[in-house]
């Protein structure tokens, strides 16, 4: 990261196309031409099938009755929004997502602290710390389900059992997980995945700090928590909005760990789960595609804040440029 | 990875104290400690995983855990087929199989793109780059539907081809955000000189810029690899006997044969293994990707 960071070679940019007459629409097109092929894919393969999508959502519409299909209007859409199960599935949505984003923030925020301190074996416990971003989601889900909450053999209740036995006591209380407190299951496991993606990002934030201005501060007198609360964190403004928003993109979006820990019980089911239980086991493709629509709409309400930080990070590298 | 982190620290530090006093020297201790027991109580489920992996199932269901417990191949041989069950070939050479060519098709679309966009400049070049954002901000569930539909109406369902194509679109504008930014940094000057050669796209793409660009268009292909191979709701939608990939076998392989956890946690490293070694190559990289090139 730093490397690139480093000194950005500033190479003269080719100005805006200039306006000569002759020849000017085929340059123009010489330059586009490179871009179409990739542009025509993600629209035929990601634009096309939202467009489809948005058709569907306005027919009543089950595939074991395909000769009752017809139009309804914003029929589904209100049962999106009438339906207990489904007005749950919005609000589990927001709640999980909002718990995993500042959680994994909150400890992100420590983990990267710690590990922007000198100390022996750094680059080890860096690697330690990403892991578990790094294993195969359904795989971490998996973990956390069998290995870890299993009520009987899971790593959690064994742990308390041998401090159960170190203390003398016999039986000691043995929770069940994912039945007792699914949603909070489902959310520890996605925090600890999560954690590692933040604490890279704010990483990266400490690491860009002017040393100067930071030497210039502790030279003035100012203590650990006041060059914390001053500098570093208005320095990781912006690096803690795109953390907070691309995590709520892509966690909103959620479908491994929710299909995979709990099957959507227990009041656990998310918007993404809830579109592939209504279409690929209730078969009701109407309001499969309603509930997708919401989902998109609520990503689109993320996503454009989403977007003017990326953005406003992305005119300083142009401007560098 | 801990040189490039260590050397804007390592500078701050030598600029701040040439002589460390005593006091420092043991705060500095106690963050050490701390952070290593940070590092190992945050990893130990992965650890966990691991160490469960070795042991037999009889070792793996105890209460409270086993830890003297012997070490055993057991786990890895049975998810391998080594007692007459399935063997994980089929779905494993599917993840490949969708990964890299997914992988391969999105270089191909995402370097002439990002050469369009950070070289050769369009006009109006960030409306593109955000356009390409904006597919990535939307939700893989708004068209699971519609493509599912259509994989059933054309008999493509079930068919690791199809993986291959929406893997692509899944990954291309994360792909053409990170190269974009790599390839800003080629020198013009280089491939002006390539073109008053004669060379045409094709030649220049490949001989001049790829080349230069090498270690970049490397970090980007490695994300592409590991998103994909990661990937489960298209694959569980519309993949199933002859096209699943290695997660949706993770999925189907608890309920069909009960629950065997040293097995479970044997496939479940064997299946991580590939993004983990890739992951570790390409983690400052990775911010970068899964930031969409914001962060540098």
């Not at chain 2, 993770?250 to 299946?271: K, N, Y």
Request: with cysteine; aromatic share 12%; glycine share 6%.
């Amino acid at each position: 990261m730093t490397t690139t960071t480093a000194v950005r070679p500033t190479p003269p940019r080719p100005g805006p196309p200039s306006k000569r007459p002759t020849g000017s629409r085929a340059k123009a097109w010489a330059t586009r031409a490179p871009l179409l092929p990739a542009l025509v894919f993600l629209i035929v393969v990601t634009q096309l099938p939202f467009v489809a999508t948005l058709v569907i959502s306005f027919f009543d519409w089950n595939s074991l009755k395909p000769d009752q299909r017809h139009f309804t209007g914003f029929a589904n859409y209100g049962s999106v929004f009438t339906d207990p199960a489904l007005r749950e599935s919005v609000l589990t949505t927001v709640l999980l997502t909002a718990t995993v984003v500042i959680a994994s923030v909150v400890l992100g925020l420590a983990f990267a602290l710690l590990l922007d301190r000198t100390f022996f074996g750094r680059g080890f416990v860096r690697t330690l710390l990403i892991t578990p971003f790094l294993i195969v989601p359904v795989s971490a889900a998996l973990l956390w389900k069998h290995a870890l909450y299993n009520p009987e053999y899971g790593l959690f209740n064994g742990v308390l059992t041998w401090f159960g036995n170190l203390f003398g006591i016999e039986s000691i209380a043995q929770p069940e997980w994912t039945s007792e407190m699914p949603l909070m299951a489902v959310a520890a496991a996605l925090v600890w995945q999560w954690t590692p993606f933040m604490m890279l990002i704010l990483l990266a934030g400490l690491q860009s700090r002017p040393a100067e201005m930071m030497e210039a501060a502790r030279l003035d007198g100012a203590g650990p928590w006041q060059m914390f609360r001053f500098l570093t964190l208005p320095h990781l403004r912006r690096y803690l909005e795109l953390g907070v928003l691309l995590g709520s993109v892509y966690i909103v979006q959620n479908f491994d760990a929710v299909f995979t820990i709990t099957a959507g019980g227990l009041g656990t089911a998310n918007l993404p789960y809830t579109v592939y239980e209504t279409f690929y086991r209730a078969h009701e493709y109407g309001l499969a595609s309603a509930v997708g629509v919401v989902v998109v709409i609520g990503t689109v309400i993320i996503a454009t804040f989403a977007l003017r930080v990326v953005s406003s990070l992305f005119r300083e590298e142009a401007s560098r440029a | 990875m801990s040189a490039s982190t260590a050397a804007p620290n390592r500078t701050r530090a030598t600029a701040k104290a040439p002589a460390p006093t005593a006091g420092a020297r043991r705060r500095t201790t106690f963050v050490g400690l701390a952070a290593w027991a940070v590092g190992i109580v945050f990893c130990l489920p992965a650890l966990w995983m691991v160490l469960t992996s070795f042991h037999s199932e009889a070792d793996a269901a105890t209460n409270p855990p086993s830890l003297a417990a012997s070490l055993t191949f057991d786990g890895y041989r049975t998810f391998f087929g080594g007692d007459g069950g399935p063997t994980p070939w089929p779905p494993l050479v599917n993840s490949l199989t969708a990964s890299l060519f997914s992988t391969l098709l999105v270089l191909l679309l995402a370097l002439p793109a990002a050469y369009a966009l950070s070289i050769r400049r369009v006009r109006k070049w960030t409306d593109v780059m955000f356009f390409f954002l904006s597919t990535k901000m939307l939700p893989v569930v708004a068209g699971l539907l519609p493509i599912y539909l259509f994989a059933r109406n054309t008999g493509l369902l079930d068919n690791i081809w199809l993986l291959v194509l929406l893997y692509t679109s899944m990954n291309l504008p994360i792909a053409v955000w990170m190269m974009q930014s790599f390839l800003a940094d080629v020198p013009v000057s280089i491939i002006e000189a390539a073109q008053v050669d004669g060379a045409k796209l094709p030649t220049v793409l490949g001989r001049v810029v790829a080349p230069v660009a090498a270690p970049g268009i490397a970090a980007t292909a490695l994300i592409c690899f590991i998103f994909s191979w990661n990937e489960l709701l298209f694959a569980r939608v519309l993949t199933g006997v002859v096209a699943g990939t290695a997660p949706v076998h993770l999925t189907t392989f608890v309920t069909s044969q009960g629950l065997f956890l040293a097995q479970l946690c044997a496939a479940s490293v064997v299946v991580s293994l590939p993004v983990l070694i890739a992951g570790y190559a390409a983690q400052d990289k990775l911010v970068q990707g899964l930031s969409l090139g914001a962060v540098k």
